[in-house]
C-alpha cells in the first residue's frame, strides 16, 4: 500500500474530506517514521505490536528489521478477501 492509496482508504472509511485527513495522515507518518528511526518499540492495535530486531546502516538509508505481532480479532478486514477483494500485501518488495 502507498501512502496515496492509504489517505484514499481513509478518506473513504471515516467519511472525512480529503483536505482535512492528509495532513493528519502525514503528520501521524512522520511520528511513526520517527520513533521507528530512534529504534522504539510501537503498540498500535490494531496493527499490532511493532518490535524492532535490529538495524542496519547503509550509504543512504536505514534498514530495520522488525516483527509484527497483531490479534486474530485486528484481521476483521480479511472478511473482506475473495475473488473480488484478494488480499494485498502491506509492502513492496525492493528491486
Given at each position: 500500500m502507498k501512502k496515496k492509496e492509504l489517505i484514499e482508504a481513509v478518506v473513504e472509511r471515516s467519511g472525512v474530506r480529503k483536505k482535512f485527513a492528509k495532513p493528519a495522515i502525514e503528520a501521524m507518518m512522520e511520528v511513526l517514521?520517527?520513533?521507528?528511526?530512534e529504534g522504539r518499540d510501537l503498540n498500535l492495535p490494531p496493527m499490532g505490536k511493532i518490535k524492532q530486531q535490529r538495524t542496519k546502516e547503509a550509504a543512504n538509508v536505514r534498514v530495520t528489521v522488525a516483527k509484527i505481532r497483531q490479534s486474530k480479532e485486528a484481521g476483521a478486514a480479511?472478511?473482506?478477501?475473495?475473488?473480488?477483494?484478494?488480499?494485498?500485501?502491506?509492502?513492496?518488495?525492493?528491486?
Open positions: 517514521g520517527e520513533a521507528i528511526a480479511k472478511d473482506l478477501e475473495g475473488p473480488e477483494n484478494p488480499k494485498q500485501g502491506v509492502a513492496e518488495a525492493a528491486e
